[in-house]
């Protein structure tokens, strides 16, 4: 059984079009993040939810909309695509909001805006 | 300056030898730190963490911190070609803040 899941593993879509990616956790975590990876491999936070809660939002702009219907759920909207949101996007869950124990992520989503 | 700093590389080290990867950080109050290694298109995976200065063992692979210099290394003994990938360095900020900071990685090829 896959632990951290998303879907879908590709996306490849035109500039201006709307688009979702969703992610569900079969951990028991409550803690769930959305990251993004750059094509230099960096990986930056964008958004984080406990127990359907928003405790992160970082500077991203409102054409991303985050929604998590419950704690074993996070989907990440996109409205109005552009070039530089090809990239890849991972979700990751940690443990009771305890990340020492470090994050489990779901094999990524790699956005292609053309 | 960045809050978690890796040389991107590549590292490139002969099969068999000691591969030692470095990060930094910037922020004092950081509580955790992790190493994730990524294969290329796939996702990060934990390989190590620490919490305390000093060594932390674990098969090949020791992790080593030093809160005072804010900084904390892996070294991987008898490398493997597949080793070959991108280490990330993960840092818990701490103060508060709910997600870990990710170095950019240093990507590691072991020359069989």
Redesign the interface.
């Known amino acids: 059984d896959t632990a951290v899941s998303q879907t879908p593993k590709y996306l490849v879509t035109q500039m201006g079009n709307d688009k979702s990616i969703k992610c569900e956790q079969n951990l028991g975590h409550d803690t769930m993040y959305w990251y993004k990876q750059d094509s230099k491999k960096f990986l930056k936070i964008m958004f984080s939810y406990n127990n359907k809660e928003l405790i992160i939002n970082e500077t991203v702009p409102n054409r991303f909309s985050p929604k998590s219907p419950d704690k074993a759920h996070l989907n990440l909207h996109i409205n109005s695509l552009e070039l530089g949101d090809s990239a890849v996007y991972f979700c990751a869950s940690s443990q009771g909001g305890n990340i020492n124990y470090g994050y489990t992520f779901g094999s990524g989503t790699r956005l292609t805006v053309v | 300056q960045k809050e978690v700093e890796q040389n991107?590389g590549p590292l490139s080290v002969p099969e068999g030898a000691i591969a030692s990867l470095n990060c930094t950080y910037s922020d004092r109050v950081s509580?955790?730190f992790?190493w994730?290694r990524?294969y290329s298109g796939?996702?990060?995976?934990?390989i190590m963490?620490i919490?305390s200065n000093g060594d932390k063992e674990d098969g090949r692979f020791t992790a080593q911190l030093n809160k005072a210099s804010q900084y904390v290394s892996l070294l991987i003994r008898d490398s493997q070609p597949s080793d070959s990938a991108?280490y990330?360095c993960?840092v818990?900020r701490g103060t508060g803040?709910?997600?870990?900071?990710?170095g950019?990685?240093t990507r590691l090829q072991v020359q069989p």
């Open positions: 991107s509580q955790s992790f994730y990524q796939k996702s990060p995976e934990l963490s919490y991108t990330l993960a818990n803040r709910r997600a870990l900071t990710f950019s990685g």
